[in-house]
């Protein structure tokens, strides 16, 4: 088990900037690699954005989101962010962080089936 914790979300105009946090327990935060979904009413859950393992390490970003949200993380913080600039409110969701081993990490980032733990999820609602 990997307890994953989300924080940040909340409500914003359309135009601004959130950032998400993803807090994770374990000592061996530094080998996995890092995702982010999202989830809206009625909708299948959607990848966002993914990191390796190690921080500055090769991303992975949807089209939708991609140049306006930035992935990264800090080892020595246990942490992954998500850094959400432009945001438009057909970015409103629940924003999940998950787990990967790096080896099936490698085959499908995208994949939400190669992540094994999840996060409680973090609600974001943009206004228009």
């Known amino acids: 088990q990997v307890p994953l914790v989300e924080s940040g979300g909340g409500l914003v105009q359309a135009g601004g900037s959130l950032r998400l946090s993803c807090a994770a327990s374990?000592?061996?935060?530094?080998?996995?690699?890092m995702g982010w979904f999202r989830q809206a009413p009625g909708k299948e859950r959607e990848f966002v954005a993914a990191t390796g393992w190690r921080s500055g390490g090769r991303t992975y970003y949807s089209d939708s989101v991609k140049g306006r949200f930035t992935i990264s993380r800090d080892n020595g913080r246990n942490t992954v962010y998500l850094q959400m600039n432009s945001l438009k409110p057909e970015d409103t969701a629940v924003y999940y962080c998950a787990v990967a081993d790096p080896l099936k990490f490698i085959a499908g980032p995208r994949d939400p089936e190669t992540y094994d733990y999840w996060g409680q999820g973090a609600q974001v609602t943009v206004s228009s």
């Open positions: 374990g000592r061996t935060f530094g080998s996995f690699a």
